[in-house]
């Protein structure tokens, strides 16, 4: 059974900056196209940014484009969201999530193979 553990989630005001990482312990490296998703009280699940199999490409969805940015360690199994420029409305549980090779097996997936428990990010005004 595969899991995905995220971590460094926090409360933090806005303007500041977090980082967000999804840990893979057990699977090998670069099989799958990782990504973020959160979802805001009484909103739904919202695609937030994906990375390929390979690191060579990604995408964003448009209210999060110049401030994050996501990128991956192979040696350590590792998906990282770095998020700068923080407003409020990014106030989410945000969840680390792989399926496919490319973007677009990702973005295009009705259900997504794996799924991490979701980790807490705050932004105060």
């Known amino acids: 059974q595969v899991q995905l553990v995220e971590s460094g989630g926090g409360l933090v005001q806005a303007g500041g900056s977090l980082r967000l990482s999804c840990a893979a312990p057990?699977?090998?490296?670069?099989?799958?196209?990782m990504g973020w998703f959160r979802q805001a009280p009484g909103k739904e699940r919202e695609f937030v940014a994906v990375?390929?199999?390979?690191?060579?490409?990604?995408y964003y969805t448009d209210s999060v484009k110049g401030r994050f940015t996501i990128s991956r360690d192979y040696a350590k199994n590792t998906v990282y969201l770095q998020m700068n420029s923080l407003k409020p409305e990014d106030t989410a549980v945000y969840y680390c999530?792989?399926?496919?090779?490319?973007?677009?097996?990702?973005?295009?997936?009705?259900?997504?193979?794996?799924w991490g428990p979701g980790t807490q990010v705050t932004v105060s005004s």
């Open positions: 999530a792989a399926h496919g090779l490319s973007t677009t097996d990702f973005i295009g997936a009705v259900h997504l193979d794996y």
């Open positions: 057990g699977r090998a490296s670069g099989r799958n196209a």
């Open positions: 990375i390929n199999w390979s690191g060579t490409t990604t």
